[in-house]
Each structure stands twice: as C-alpha cells, then as structure tokens.
C-alpha cells in the first residue's frame, strides 16, 4: 500500500486535542507564515486551516523554490537552452515557469534538449554517457537541496567529468526571514520554519534571527500533527509574550543540523547576494560557486549575461511570496480567470508547491466544508 | 517537494545505496550522511540521503502514514505528487 498523505488525517487522534488546544488559548489575532512549499501543501491537503479559530491566520511564504526564482534567471535559463550542443537538466517544476518571452517546455518543443532529473546523480550519468556534450544542471532550491548539487560538483571534480556544469541560483533561508521582517506593509507574528532546510543547517542556524527579532520560530514536520503542534506552541508562546526558538520536528532536527553536508556545501559554495521574486535583492541569500570550482559554473563557461527582464504583467506572486496578499479575487485579478494550472501566468500557479496553485486545488473545497 | 518518509537502507555499493521506500525499490546517494549502513533508516531529498533517523521514531513515523493511507484508500483518495 503506497503511503500518502489524507484528507481525513484531520481527525485522526493526534490532530483533533492539537486543534481544541489551539482552539482554547488563542485569544489574540495574529499572523503566522510556513515557509516551506511541502508545509504549505500539506496545510491545504490536510484541511487545517478549517481546523483553526478565525483568530489564527497562515501566510505561505517564500517557501517555494520554484517560485522565487527571479524572472531574469529563468531567462537565462532558457537562453542556455538555446545553445549549440547543450542538454539541460532540471527538475521538473521549473518546465512550465513562463519567463519574458518563452519557458523551458516551450524551448523543449521547439527541439531544444532539456531532460527533467529526479537527482543530480542523475545528471552527472547524461554528462557522462553524452561526453561530446555540454550539461547543464539548473540548480534552484534551498539549503536542502544545495548539498546535492555541491556534492554532484565534488564528484564531477574527482572523476575530471569535464562536460558537466551548474547555474547557481540558490537561495538561503534566514536571510530570507531577516529580509521579510524589514519589509515595509509585511506583518508576521511567528515562523513556521522548514523541516528539511533545518535537517541540513539545524536549529542554531536561526539563532541570530531569533536573538534580532525575538518572534516565535518553530521547525515543524511534515505531519498535519506536526504542523498543528508547531501552531500550537507559536500560540501559546505568543499569548504568554514568551517567543522560543523551538525544534518541533526532533525525530530529524538537531541543534547543529548535518555537519557533513554543511562541510560539503561550503567547500564548493560561498554566500553571494541574491535576488527573490517579489523581494528583490537579499544581502548573502544566494550561494555562488567558489572560484575553486569556477570550471563547473555554468554562468561563467557560457560567459551569461542576464538581460533586464520583467516579471508578467498583473502577477501578484510577489505580494503573495511575502504575505501582503492571498490569490482568491479580488486580490489577484488573474486568479482563475486568466491564470489557471493549465495555462499558468506566474510561478506561484505553476508549482505544485506554488500557494496560488494550492489554493486552486483546495481553497474552494475547503470553503464548502468548513466546521468552526 | 519534501517527502518525509522514512526509507529503510538494504544495500550499499561505494557510495550509492538501495533504499526501501514502504516497498518501492530506490536507489540513493550516502555522500552527504555519516556511515549509513544497511539497516539504517534515512530521510531522502532529491536522490540523496540528508538525515539518519532512528528505528523507533521511523517505524512510529511509518504506521502513521500507513493509516492515513488507509484511510485515503477507503475514501479512493488521490495519488502522492512526484517527490523533488
Ligand atoms: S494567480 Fe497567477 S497571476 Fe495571480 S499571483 Fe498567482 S500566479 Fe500570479
């Protein structure tokens, strides 16, 4: 039997005293913000906004790596696409991006050889087995995924695979935190903070964020009863005006987080500014190749140079991204009407991760079931 | 996407190993835990082992899932997105 996750998860036994404990001490209105794609998904999926008193609001972050990518570097992916004796490789989610003028499925039509990985180990086989050509990884995720594309880079190294490449264009959780408290009309009362990127950086890594800010942060799993147990502390924390800095999810976070991959991460990598769909640019929220590696940084091998590019007309992905606004009309006037899954506008309702895209499968269904 | 479930270590060749996932045949990359060996259960991201977990909390963690799935069954419920 395949495992997934449910719908009638909702009440199985450990979320319904989660969602009565958060049901009871929640006095205060407040806003909290996930910031991980799978959170947010699994939010929508599991039905836990329903759950949860009117005084308790979720924002979906920039947690979705696909969707902050900025417009001009899928540009510049796409242009790479379009060069002599290159195979791209990517994961599948940033096919469909639509970038200033076209999108990497559109390049794959028109005869453009683009494959979709499911790893790095992945592309360094095709890298191997095409030596007569140049590929291509795009490398677009966060402190989680890093590692992969760095340890992929190490073994390109040490097998002197001279035909393999990355575009970097990685972003960095914490500074991304910093950089939402300091936007002006952004309002948040506590971090759901990723499991994932926290498996690999640990709780610490958030520390200087926390000691700054002094807001609720609190890693969560994956569960609905992980994510409404990190609900119910950040309520309880905020109501006793007591924030903590708090690991939820210790059956796979610890304080220091996976040093070997840290290790490894840092050897190819270093902290680079970064720009963020809808934020723009982070002070050392990106992470560029070291000059160590220059040879396999596919941005200076193809000598890119980023047009000016703009993000589409109407998209509020950037509002979105940053909580000021949530899709349904009339919010984005697109929503629905223009912007669909099938034809998507932004990145934010391409990605299965993308919060326009989750509203669209489970906000309406949501709204007619309904029980607080 | 993230999925978190915990997948069973059966065998380790160099760097590589193959994985259970609750009955599905995977291979990943060791190169970013400490000594995972067979038995082990890891958390996979993108290919890659990122995190050893422990016995208990993954069997725990596993039958959780296993009866939300059932439930999902029962219901004739969607299948799990493609995991990046
Ligand atoms: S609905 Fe479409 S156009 Fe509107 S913000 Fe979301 S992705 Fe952009």
């Known amino acids: ?372 | 996407m993230c999925l978190a479930i915990p997948s069973k270590i059966t065998k380790v060749e160099n760097s590589m190993a193959v994985i259970d996932v609750d009955g599905v045949r995977r291979e990943c990359s060791l190169l970013l835990v400490e000594d995972a060996q067979v038995g082990d259960y890891v958390i996979v991201h993108a290919g890659f082992a990122i995190s050893k977990i422990d016995e208990a909390s993954a069997l725990e963690t596993l039958a959780l899932l296993r009866e939300a799935a059932a439930l999902m069954e029962a219901q004739g419920g969607e299948g799990n997105d493609p995991g990046v």
């Open chain 1, 1 to 372: 039997m395949a495992i997934k996750h449910s719908e009638e998860y909702r009440d199985a036994d450990l979320a319904r005293p989660l969602a009565e404990k958060i049901r009871r001490t929640s006095r205060r209105s407040i806003r909290l913000m996930e910031v991980c794609g799978t959170h947010t998904v699994s939010i929508f999926r599991s039905g836990i906004r329903s759950m949860l008193p009117t005084t308790v609001s979720l924002l979906s972050g920039p947690g979705c790596p696909v969707c902050v990518t900025d417009q001009a570097e899928i540009d510049a992916f796409i242009e790479l696409a379009r060069q002599k004796d290159v195979i791209l490789a990517t994961f599948g989610d940033l096919m469909r991006v639509p970038g200033s003028t076209s999108s990497l499925q559109r390049e794959r039509a028109e005869g453009r050889d683009i494959r979709m990985v499911y790893s790095t180990v992945d592309a360094l086989t095709i890298a191997r087995t095409h030596p007569g050509q140049q590929v291509v990884f795009l490398g677009v995720g966060f402190e989680t995924t890093a590692p992969t594309i760095a340890a992929a880079i190490l073994t390109a190294a040490q097998s002197r695979l001279e035909n393999f490449s990355v575009i970097s264009a990685h972003k960095t959780v914490p500074q991304a935190l910093e950089a939402l408290m300091a936007l002006d009309g952004v309002h948040i009362d506590g971090f759901m903070l990723p499991g994932h990127v926290s498996v690999i950086i640990g709780l610490n890594a958030y520390r200087p964020f926390f000691d700054r800010y002094r807001i609720p942060c609190v890693v969560a799993g994956f569960e609905p009863s992980d994510i409404l147990q990190a609900i119910a502390s950040m309520v309880e924390q905020i109501e006793s005006g007591a924030p903590r800095l708090e690991n939820a999810y210790p059956r796979a976070v610890t304080s220091q987080g996976n040093l070997k991959a840290q290790k490894i991460l840092a050897e190819v990598f270093e902290p680079a500014d970064a720009c963020w769909r809808g934020i723009g640019l982070i002070p050392l929220s990106g992470l560029r190749i070291r000059q160590a590696y220059a040879v396999y940084d596919a941005g200076k091998r193809f000598a890119l140079k980023l047009p000016e590019a703009r993000p589409p007309k109407g998209c509020a992905c950037g509002e979105i991204l940053t909580g000021k606004k949530t899709p349904p009309e009339p919010e984005c006037a697109l929503y629905k009407k223009v912007c669909t899954p099938m034809d998507p506008v932004g990145p934010c309702m391409v990605s299965s991760e993308g919060t326009c895209a989750a509203y669209y499968r489970y906000y309406y269904e949501q709204r007619t079931t309904r029980n607080d």
